[in-house]
Nanobody
Framework: QVQLVESGGGLVQPGGSLRLSCVAS????????MGWYRQVPGKQRELIAG???????NYADSVKGRFTISRDNAKNALYLQMNSLKPEDTAVYYC??????????WGRGTQVTVSS
């Protein structure tokens, strides 16, 4: 199976920024639509940003204008630049294919905590 490894999370104050990275085994990024998802305890994962192999992007309304998704197909890497972070952005952030199966394979994710 494809392995997904997210990194870059941490603790940041409201209004701050973080840049998340995701690396995958194989060449999935060159042929697949990829997305960033996030999940808070007790709630389902939600798709917040997606990007095609040609770098066409879409965002959830909750993050549009603040987050930027990008990819480097040659490196099998996916990125999420997060600016103007809010406490409600606190979640575990995951990368995966789009569409993704909720009960299917997911990486460990990376924790983002926005707090004063």
């Amino acid at each position: 199976q494809v392995q997904l490894v997210e990194s870059g999370g941490g603790l940041v104050q409201p209004g701050g920024s973080l840049r998340l990275s995701c690396v995958a085994s194989g060449t999935i990024f060159s042929v697949s639509v990829m997305g960033w998802y996030r999940q808070v305890p007790g709630k389902q994962r939600e798709l917040i940003a997606g990007i095609t192999s040609g770098s066409i992007t879409n965002y959830a309304d909750s993050v549009k204008g603040r987050f930027t998704i990008s990819r480097d197909n040659a490196k099998n890497a996916l990125y999420l630049q997060m600016n103007s972070l809010k406490p409600e952005d606190t979640a575990v952030y995951y990368c995966n294919k789009f569409p993704a199966v909720r009960q299917g394979y997911w990486g460990r994710g990376t924790q983002v905590t926005v707090s004063s």
